[in-house]
């Protein structure tokens, strides 16, 4: 792939999750080796002091494969954790500014407890029942599945260059907003609540004991989208499980058109045309952005 003419630095953020990170930063690595772009590795918690207003002009995008604000023990319900004041406004005040973001697979279930972080990503995934603007709703589900995914905008910038991709992946049975978000890419596969696994159950009993999401509404075929958050452009990319899907060839193209369009004039001019206000957590309203610690 020819290098690019305008050069990036890319903020890759992870943690809160287990991941393959050796086979992740290499796909990192090629995709912005190939298109001569720089990047930078964070980890949270420690991340969020990057994720405030002070990186505009330091990065051009952020790609986050993480999990913020969410406490995982097997054997142990879920704990939903922040986010403080400061973060939330700092992020959010991140957004005005138009820092644009990349956004992969389980990083959908962070800051489960801020709802507005589910309207900035268009979606969300729960690993416990709980409220989601204002309606309650069961945990999603997961399954692995071999299945074909197909563009469905083939004119949109992110899908340059792809037509029909073929995944080994995970799929989540969760809300989707997709009547606010901008379809990009839709699977073939099975959408049946009866094929998942309840995340919960999973979480406490272990996978062999969790019943199946019969109860739930069917997931989304939904799998890749664009959206604004505040002023800043976001796409939401659900595939990311395995190092298999890392060294895809197509998965490493949508990601690294994803990382350019967010970054580019043109996905600048559209989010700054569409803006969509983010809901600050009640607690976060009054407090002025402040570094954080």
């Known amino acids: 792939m020819p290098r690019d003419a305008s050069p990036r630095n890319i903020l890759v953020v992870t943690g809160g999750h287990r ?8 796909m990192v690595a090629s995709i912005c080796d190939d298109r001569g772009w720089r990047w930078c590795h964070a980890v949270q918690p420690s991340a969020q002091r990057w994720l ?11 790609l986050c494969h993480d999990i913020p604000g969410l406490r995982l023990n097997r054997g142990e319900p879920p704990v939903a954790l922040g986010p403080d004041p400061g973060i939330a406004r700092a992020l959010v005040d991140l957004l005005q500014q138009g820092m644009g973001f990349v956004v992969t697979h389980h990083a959908l279930a962070g800051w489960p407890a801020w709802d507005g972080w589910a309207s900035a990503l268009g979606g969300r995934f729960l690993y416990a029942p709980g409220p989601l603007r204002g309606r309650d709703w069961p945990s999603s589900g997961y399954r692995m599945a071999r299945y074909r995914a197909r563009v469905v905008d083939p004119d949109h910038a992110v899908c340059g260059g792809l037509s029909e991709l073929e995944f080994d992946d995970e799929l989540y049975c969760c809300p989707v907003f997709a009547d606010e978000v901008v379809p990009l890419i839709r699977t073939d596969a099975d959408v049946d609540g009866r094929l998942f696994t309840s995340a919960y159950e999973s979480v406490l009993h272990g996978e062999a004991a969790a019943p199946d999401c019969a109860a739930h509404p069917p ?3 939904l799998i890749a989208w664009a959206t604004t958050a505040e002023r800043s452009p976001l796409v939401y990319v659900q595939p990311g499980d395995s190092a298999e899907t890392f060294g895809n060839a197509g998965y490493r193209r ?10 580019s ?3 600048d001019a559209w989010a700054g045309g569409h803006p969509r206000p983010i809901v600050l957590p009640p607690s976060a309203n009054d407090e002025p952005t402040r570094p954080v610690k």
């Not at 405030?52 to 952020?62: E, N």
Request: proline share 6%.
């Open 19 to 26: 991941v393959d990170l050796d086979a992740f930063l290499r």
């Open 52 to 62: 405030t207003p002070d990186a505009i002009g330091i990065w051009h995008a952020v």
């Open 219 to 221: 997931a989304s075929d």
């Open 254 to 263: 949508l990601l690294g058109n994803a990382l350019a369009w967010v970054s």
């Open 265 to 267: 004039p043109d996905a």
